[in-house]
């Protein structure tokens, strides 16, 4: 028996090792810091990428990179959607109350722009350059309010751990725009991420999963990639909107 | 289908689209051409260093007549950590302005760079490689 006692005790704290790693209890992998946008020539968050559904869209407009006029990225657009982006007037964006319009999560993290995350265990913020925006990630088990709360650009995100990957859940997001073509999302659309660090912290990999059957179907997804550069700050962005006509 | 699930279909289909309708920041690629440069030359007559774009207007000649040119860039932010700031260009500069042209034919462009008579240049989009630049 007493060979068998610091095997059984060895298996048990394995277990609450696992355990406390599972549901991201011991320490959570750093996502703190600034962040710069990674032009990559070839994806090196592949992995991350090969575990959204098989079926999702992956549009490929991210950082510098847009759809044209038209170009959908293959996704498969609800007939009151067609409508929609049919009577869009392209001209309308160029005026000055729109000039400073922002989009929101849908599209506002694969901007070219930086941002700064600073990580609690209940909470995490990401501080956005572009237009000024504000992330915030409930961590501690709360779920998402009712349905008629209040929708914003950055919407209502509550997440958890999965081993080294920041899982995010996101609704409550306004409206806004999905491609930046004319093709706009609804209220409905659901938003999962999948935040990675890289092994030897200087990547940080998102992929964005999206579902709202209100003007598309299936699921569509985008990957970004950030570079870490400790020290810099993001700039205020103070849009002006001015600039419009 | 009876009239009252027609009514709620309709309203739906109407929220839907109200909430579409909503513009967004105007993208590059729908309101400018990305494959093709043109180059025009003239005097600075406005400077502005704001987000969400800089804003350069420039008078030029051409054939005897001024033309405006309304010219854009890309974000500020963006353009001051390649160190450009709201000086870098001043009321009375002549210079010539590389950039991407308006799909609307109109006379307003996409800075790709500013070109100073001295040689020295102000960098903004730089274009992917194999784009030919052209006069205006």
Not at chain 1, 188 to 216: C, I, M
Request: aromatic share 10%; net charge negative; proline share 6%.
């Amino acid at each position: 028996m007493q060979s068998r006692t610091p095997a059984r005790l060895v298996a048990a704290l394995a277990g609450v090792i696992f355990a406390a790693v599972s549901c991201g209890a011991l320490a959570a992998p750093s996502l703190e810091g600034f962040w710069a946008v990674k032009f990559e020539q070839k994806r090196t968050g592949q992995a991350l990428i090969d575990e959204l559904p098989k079926s999702a869209v992956l549009i490929n407009d991210t950082g510098a990179g847009e759809l044209a006029a038209g170009d959908f990225g293959g996704l498969k657009l609800k007939p009151a959607a067609i409508e929609q982006v049919r009577n869009y007037n392209y001209k309308d964006e160029l005026k000055r109350e729109n000039t400073c319009s922002a989009p929101s999560v849908a599209f506002f993290m694969q901007a070219p722009f930086p941002m700064e995350i600073y990580q609690g265990t209940e909470l995490i913020v990401f501080k956005m350059e572009y237009f000024d925006l504000v992330r915030v990630i409930f961590l501690d088990g709360r779920p998402h309010p009712p349905k008629s709360a209040p929708h914003t650009r950055s919407g209502h995100s509550v997440g958890h751990w999965e081993g080294d990957t920041l899982v995010v859940d996101t609704t409550h997001i306004s409206p806004g725009t999905f491609m930046n073509n004319g093709f706009n999302h609804s209220d409905a659309l659901h938003l999962v991420e999948r935040f990675r660090v890289s092994k030897d912290g200087n990547t940080l990999w998102l992929t964005q999963q999206y579902e709202d059957p209100q003007v598309f179907d299936g699921l569509a997804a985008r990957y970004m990639a950030w570079t870490h550069r400790p020290g810099e700050y993001v700039y205020p962005y103070d849009c002006d909107p001015s600039y419009g006509q | 289908m009876n009239n009252v699930s027609r009514l709620v279909r309709g309203a739906l289909l109407a929220a839907l689209l109200a909430a579409g309708t909503a513009a967004a920041h105007h993208s590059f690629a729908v309101h400018f051409v990305g494959d093709k440069l043109i180059k025009v030359s003239g005097v600075v007559d406005e400077f502005s260093f704001h987000n969400p774009h800089g804003l350069l207007v420039l008078k030029v000649r051409k054939d005897g007549a001024e033309q405006v040119w309304r010219i854009e860039t890309n974000s500020p932010n963006i353009l001051r950590r390649r160190g450009w700031d709201e000086t870098s260009i001043k009321h009375g500069d002549q210079v010539t302005v590389e950039g991407y042209p308006a799909r609307d034919g109109s006379n307003s462009m996409r800075v790709y760079r500013v070109i100073y008579p001295d040689g020295h240049e102000l960098v903004g989009q730089r274009p992917d490689p194999g784009v030919v630049s052209g006069e205006d």
